[in-house]
């Protein structure tokens, strides 16, 4: 049986994913934070660990040279989640075997295509067109749902509530949940006792807090009929709700003003939080995750064995593969044989310039990225060897971190 090891605070969102892989076959142990985090790893050996970063970055780096120092947990692969983060950070991960970088609110199926290639091993979601938000405002949670009942869907949502009430701090949070466009029948009663046991499902929301605002006749006869849920009430409209909650909310709110702040807050993009309920398949977007790692490798032409040495330091500092030449026959003897994502090329060197090598791979076509990295200053000099094909000219006083930054940006926009 495939393992996985999820390192995650959040436990709501642990709770999920180990449910859903666990229907799958898959097994799932959890921990809490990496600083138990070690211990799990050696006697699980999981074939992928999924940790949501919730700390500082330099952290992360610690638990992964911790990671590294044994050939045994060294070579299982990571899928992260965690802020957006810098492109020389990226790269910096590529080092540590981190196969993926979700930034968080994620897609949740573009999280689990990845976690099912590494696995091998389908990871269904129900396919069932659903549309499903929330979003909070004046101390109740909205979820607004249409077009059918996904299940997956009805499950995040159950996960989804207990981080906004984490979020937003709720003692008596209330929940609104707008299904006008919805119609059901007989056949979606287990469905509709899914979506409102997972409502419920949190501690700190009563019954009586939960509205339904739905003219549908099968939800009023199911929650007539259904005992459980005697004190879930069906409106008609948000209005109607949003009247009877004010008074609960605060005495002296407008409802008038609170209606229109609702109607606002309805407008605006979902709460943002670790997972969004909307998959990346129904957005027609571009994929938002800092997706697999490049480990790029970068040639290094320079006679200069300070700054070539100073070149090299950098670049690994961020896990990027640097290779050192120190004349331009070398360099051009190697592009026949090697790929290089991107070449640091001097001016002045021993044997052959650094004009002529650029007009040789501009010759040839030489698709890797290219930045002059020199001394001279002259501004004809400079227009020249961007002529030839340069993307950047730096002077030689650009630190060596800038020069990484130039390199990472460029390689960046080339593989869009």
């Known amino acids: ?108 199926d573009t999280f689990f295509n990845a976690l099912s290639r590494q696995l091998k091993i389908p990871i269904p979601l129900d396919p069932t067109p659903c549309f499903l938000e929330t979003k909070v405002n004046n101390g109740i949670i909205f979820v607004d749902l249409a077009g059918g009942m996904n299940l997956d869907k009805m499950a995040m949502l159950k996960c989804k509530i207990s981080e906004l009430i984490q979020i937003h701090k ?32 949190n501690s700190h929301i009563r019954q009586k807090m939960v509205k339904l605002v739905s003219t549908d006749a099968f939800t009023r006869k199911f929650l007539s009929g259904h005992t459980e849920y005697c004190e879930v009430e069906m409106v008609p409209s948000l209005d109607r709700i949003i009247f009877g909650m004010v008074n609960q909310l605060v005495d002296t709110y407008n409802p008038q003003d609170l209606i229109m702040e609702t109607a606002m807050a309805l407008d605006q993009k979902p709460e943002e939080g670790l997972f969004q309920l ?39 500092a961020i896990k990027m ?66 002529g030839l094909g340069a993307k950047s000219y730096l002077v030689k006083t650009s630190s060596p971190v800038q020069v990484v930054k130039k390199t990472v940006e460029l390689i960046n926009i080339q593989h869009l």
Do not use: H
């Open 1 to 108: 049986m495939k393992q996985v090891l999820i390192i995650d605070e959040e436990s709501s969102f642990k709770d999920y994913i180990k449910d859903k892989l666990t229907t799958e076959k898959i097994g799932v142990e959890t921990t809490y934070n990496i600083r138990d985090a070690f211990t799990r790893i050696m006697s699980l050996l999981p074939d992928v660990i999924v940790l949501n970063v919730t700390f500082q970055y330099s952290e992360l780096i610690d638990f992964l040279e911790q990671k590294n120092t044994n050939p045994n947990s060294k070579k299982i692969p990571l899928i992260l989640l965690g802020k957006p983060i810098e492109s020389e950070q990226q790269y910096q991960l590529s080092g540590y075997n981190v196969i993926k970088y979700f930034p968080t609110p994620l897609n949740i």
């Open 170 to 201: 709720m003692q008596n949070p209330k929940v609104i949940v707008i299904m006008s466009a919805l119609s059901l029948s007989f056949v979606d009663a287990c469905n509709l006792e899914t979506l409102i046991s997972n409502i419920l499902a």
């Open 278 to 316: 909307r998959f990346f398949s129904e957005t027609g977007q571009k994929p938002t995750e800092q997706a697999e790692i490049p480990k790029a490798k970068i040639a290094i032409v320079d006679n200069d064995i300070t700054s070539r040495l100073a070149l090299d330091q950098a670049f690994k």
């Open 321 to 386: 593969d640097p290779e050192l030449f120190d004349n331009g026959s070398a360099f051009l003897n190697a592009v026949g044989q090697k790929v290089f994502d991107a070449a640091i090329i001097d001016i002045n060197l021993p044997d052959i310039s650094g004009f002529d090598i650029l007009a040789t791979l501009k010759e040839i076509a030489y698709s890797a990225t290219i930045i002059v990295y020199s001394s001279i200053t002259q501004k004809e000099l400079v227009i020249q060897a961007l």
